[in-house]
């Protein structure tokens, strides 16, 4: 017969067995544990590939003892893994390099809103989602860059006057299946309807220097080369090629300069890399402190001056080289209106013969 002590003792052994067994057993991301104390981490789907971003993730792991997990890729496949995931997706946040794609992922409800102060008194209106699902990193301006040599910057003005006969033969882009063009495109709809906006794409394709091809260094290189007069193409891209370890990049960047487009009218095309809270979160506590990290001054300076993206935060400067080019007047748009428009302004490069 057991006596009344060793029996407690097998109970108070059982119990401490099956506690241990339930800790084993749950999920390690599991409600419970969402608190930065008990899971100190924080996993992310990012199309975004430079230095400067991990130097970031880095920098925040140091100051607040999370990991930041980095799972890159194509953002429309990050997008579609996203949907097959489901509620057992481990990201926490999305990153795209364009605020179509973030619209995308919100419109297919993989994204939450978030009520953080920081963000929104970071971040300005235009340049988040109006219902905060989304939030804008970093900015970069769509615009024509042209020889110093060839070209008369008073030649120059608008977007609109990229279809003059005076062009023909002269306008070097890449591809429509670039988000960056479809979300120029989108905001022309947004500005200017869907009819002006046809009208202006097959103006573009009349006035094409060659068949779409390539990514926005090579415009730039084909303007050298003597291709084309004018590219159409970001402006970090001019500051990464001048401070490439490839001295042919910096020959055709030095020689050429950038112009900002519809000053007196609409304003420049800009776009943003931008950030969501994933609707599926299992962190949303330290993502959230991800996303305000990377609006910080800290952060945005970063941005600004190792990858020349103009920062969201408006008590942020822009890098010297930025600087050089001067200030300029964007499109007084919500930046949502590109995700709106997106399909819209693909049916419109496919019916104009914009490959």
Not at 135 to 159: I, N, P, Q
């Amino acid at each position: 017969m057991l006596n009344k002590r060793k029996i407690i003792t097998i109970i108070s052994i059982l119990l401490t067995l099956t506690l241990i067994l339930s800790a084993c057993s749950a999920p390690l991301n599991s409600p419970g544990n969402n608190d930065t104390k008990e899971n100190g981490m924080v996993n992310l789907y990012t199309d975004r590939h430079y230095d400067t971003d991990q130097m970031l993730y880095d920098l925040f792991t140091s100051e607040t003892g999370i990991k930041v997990n980095v799972v890159k890729g194509d953002s429309d496949e990050l997008i579609e893994r996203l949907e097959r995931e489901g509620n057992d997706t481990q990201a926490d946040v999305l990153i795209t390099a364009d605020a179509g794609r973030l619209y995308k992922a919100m419109e297919k409800e993989l994204l939450q809103p978030v009520a953080s102060q920081i963000l929104t008194s970071n971040i300005p209106p235009n340049l988040r989602d109006e219902d905060n699902n989304w939030f804008g990193l970093t900015v970069r301006a769509r615009v024509l860059v042209y020889s110093k040599d060839k070209t008369d910057e008073s030649e120059l003005s608008t977007y609109e006057d990229l279809t003059d006969p005076k062009w023909k033969g002269k306008i070097l882009v890449r591809s429509s299946s670039n988000i960056y063009n479809q979300s120029l495109l989108a905001s022309m709809i947004a500005i200017n309807g869907e009819e002006k906006t046809r009208e202006w794409a097959k103006g573009i394709v009349e006035n094409l220097a060659r068949e779409p091809k390539g990514n926005d260094r090579d415009q730039a290189t084909a303007v050298i080369s003597g291709e084309g007069d004018i590219a159409i193409m970001n402006t970090y891209y001019i500051g990464k090629m001048l401070t490439s370890t490839n001295p042919e990049e910096i020959k055709v960047a030095e020689n050429v300069s950038v112009f900002f487009p519809n000053q007196e009218t609409t304003g420049t095309h800009i776009n943003v890399s931008g950030i969501g809270l994933t609707k599926s979160a299992k962190n949303p506590k330290n993502a959230i402190k991800l996303m305000e990290f990377l609006v910080s001054e800290k952060a945005q300076k970063l941005f600004a001056e190792a990858n020349f993206e103009y920062p969201v935060n408006p008590d942020v400067q822009s890098a010297e080289m930025l600087k050089a080019w001067g200030k300029f007047k964007s499109q007084d748009i919500n930046l949502s209106l590109l995700g709106k428009y997106n399909k819209k302004a693909t049916e419109i490069a496919n019916e104009v013969g914009w490959k």
